[in-house]
């Protein structure tokens, strides 16, 4: 698999924005990043992904460096129910489009 | 928005018992998957499905498992005989193509007990 490094944690205040980085140092030319979060107990959620240009939408944004090396997931406003673990995942080496899931970053956001 | 329903949400059942577990997908998707979660683990991949049939299925996804779409609308997964590790949260999952440019929309499991 390519792999993904994620901090294990990380907090943010209520109204902050949250900057939660990945570094994805082996991804390949054609390999997308995808976020998913998992709210305890939850399925994970779908956020965002992208190949090489910045991707915004209505829940994030998402910062890929010209290298592709890295990237980070923006969410610019956290609330205290964007706490969850959020995890970034590279496409799988050899084919396979399905994600596998790392331990993520557990991000919490406090009041 | 459209969801993927899981039924039951929870079930609790006899070491050595066939559970299984279902799943309603979102209607115009074309693939399917199968998660689990082992408590305080990772969100492990156990089998994807397409055009009835298996695409690809994961170390864990052994003979003691196996899916189905018995008719239009529902995935289900199967347990032959279930074992004390079996015991986690099963996440189903549709999208409606199986590349890279789609996310996946999960439901919101459930958590299977064996006592």
């Known amino acids: 698999d390519a792999k993904t490094t994620q901090p294990p944690s990380m907090d943010c205040a209520e109204g902050r924005a949250a900057n939660l980085p990945c570094n994805h140092s082996?991804?390949?030319?054609?390999?997308?990043v995808y976020w998913y979060r998992q709210i305890h107990s939850q399925g994970p959620q779908y956020i965002i992904h992208?190949?090489?240009n910045n991707e915004t939408n209505e829940m994030a944004s998402l910062i890929i460096t010209e290298d592709r090396k890295s990237s980070t997931l923006i969410l610019p406003h956290a609330t205290l129910r964007d706490t969850a673990v959020y995890y970034c995942i590279v496409r799988a080496a050899g084919g396979s489009y399905i994600p596998t899931f790392g331990r993520g970053t557990s991000l919490i956001v406090h009041p | 928005e459209p969801e993927v329903t899981q039924t039951p949400s929870h079930q609790v059942t006899q070491m050595g018992q066939e559970v299984i577990l279902r799943c309603v997908p979102i209607?115009?998707?074309?693939?399917f998957y199968w998660y689990r979660q082992i408590l305080g683990q990772k969100v492990e991949f156990l089998v994807s499905?397409?055009?009835?049939?298996?695409?690809?299925k994961s170390e864990i996804f052994d003979d003691q498992f196996s899916v189905e779409r018995p008719d239009g609308s529902n995935f289900t997964l199967k347990i032959r005989s279930t074992k004390l590790e079996d015991s986690a949260m099963y996440f189903c999952?549709?999208?409606?193509?199986?590349?890279?440019?789609?996310?996946?929309?999960f439901g919101s499991g459930t958590r299977l007990t064996v006592v």
């Open positions: 499905f397409y055009n009835n049939e298996i695409s690809e």
């Open positions: 992208g190949l090489k």
């Open positions: 999952a549709s999208t409606p193509e199986g590349g890279r440019g789609y996310g996946y929309t």
């Open positions: 082996t991804i390949s030319g054609n390999e997308y």
């Open positions: 209607s115009n998707h074309l693939y």
